[in-house]
């Protein structure tokens, strides 16, 4: 996949993609909502601090790399934006919830994964989140780790953004 994605676009790509599976009355979301999304204490790592300035350009950049777009509600003033990264890269919702989590909380094993994507879209066992694993896998999207030091299980990290690579 083509698709190389700085940290803030990438944390911004995984906000609009959770809150999109996850809160659908909510979706799209507004500026101020992609900030907060951004900037939550919980289900992120690392947590970040970032401007609204700062969304706003990870956003642009989103747009430019046909991941994102504006959505303008008739009759309302504030621009609304949602991500195509299933339609752009080709995936399903369940593979877009494990990607959307590999985005916000960096590489994980594969239990992990399974617990915190199905807050999303139900992964029901092992050889469900494994087909998902090998087709991000197979499309450059994600890719294996080794285990952390005093650990047996590998780990999974995506493959938008290699910012930060070094600490993996």
């Known amino acids: 996949m083509d698709v190389e994605l700085n940290g803030h676009e990438a944390r911004v790509l995984g906000v609009l993609i959770e809150k999109g599976l996850a809160t659908p009355d909510h979706y799209p979301l507004s500026l ?3 900030t907060s999304g ?3 204490k919980s289900n992120r790592d690392p947590v970040t601090d ?3 300035a700062e969304v706003t350009v990870a956003l ?3 747009q430019f790399k046909h991941l994102a777009g504006v959505s303008s509600p008739a009759g309302r003033g504030v621009d609304k934006y949602r991500h ?12 877009l919830a494990v ?7 960096g590489p994980q094993t594969a239990g992990e ?11 029901p066992d092992r050889e469900a989140l494994q087909a998902v ?4 896998i197979e499309r450059g999207l994600a890719r294996r780790l080794p285990p952390s030091p005093g650990s047996r299980a590998e780990r999974y990290a995506q493959c938008l953004c290699t910012e930060g690579d070094e600490t993996i």
């Open 32 to 34: 101020n909502a992609v």
């Open 38 to 40: 951004c900037n939550q």
């Open 50 to 52: 970032f401007s609204a």
């Open 60 to 62: 642009t950049g989103l």
């Open 84 to 95: 195509s990264a299933a339609e752009h890269l080709g995936i399903g919702e369940r593979d």
């Open 99 to 105: 990607l959307a989590e590999l985005l916000l909380r």
């Open 113 to 123: 994964l399974r617990q915190r994507a199905s807050r999303m879209r139900p992964i």
């Open 133 to 136: 694993l090998a087709r991000l």
